[in-house]
């Protein structure tokens, strides 16, 4: 009878243990601030290079040539840039290429693979062409981008 009930106990405690692991473990990973928000908002904003951002070009970092970098993107379907060298036009238009918020169309013409984008992070690869860099461009910038920008507002 004794082990019985030390037997009971032990099991009701083992019991409520792993119930209250399992409860703990079932929470929201997202953020609460953005968590239900369509990620197809968050680009209407300025980005900035500074405070974290990076700019690769074949692997190496390129982030110095475009100090000061900044993408502003309005709702009106349309975008501005300061400091963007020969990377990116002073102005243009941009669209979601993608209902899902993963491919952004700028200027009509340069797709960009959007690889995150939160209230405070935008990364994004793309491919120089060019066609594209025709439009005044240089040709030492051609070629495959990786870009990080993080919000300003």
């Known amino acids: 009878m004794k ?5 009971g ?24 601030e953005t968590a239900g928000i369509d990620p197809k908002t968050f680009i209407v904003k300025t980005w900035k290079l500074s405070g974290g951002g990076t700019i690769e070009k074949d692997g190496t970092d390129v982030s110095a040539d475009y100090s000061g970098l900044e993408l502003t993107f309005v709702s ?5 840039s300061k400091n963007g ?16 918020a993963t491919v952004l169309l700028l200027d009509g013409e340069l797709e960009v ?12 690869q793309f491919n120089l062409s060019e066609d594209y860099a025709a439009g005044g461009r240089s040709k030492g910038v051609i070629g495959p981008y990786e870009v990080t920008l993080k919000g300003a507002n």
């Not at 405690?13 to 409860?23: G, I, K, N, R």
């Open 85 to 100: 060298g020969l990377l990116f036009r002073s102005s243009g238009t941009w669209r979601w290429k993608s209902t899902d």
């Open 9 to 32: 106990l032990l099991v009701i405690t083992s019991s409520l243990l792993v119930l209250a692991l399992v409860l703990t473990s079932c929470g929201s990973d997202d953020d609460p």
């Open 3 to 7: 082990h019985a009930h030390w037997l």
């Open 76 to 80: 009106a379907g349309t975008y501005t």
């Open 113 to 124: 693979n959007v690889k995150e984008i939160t209230a405070t992070n935008f990364h994004s």
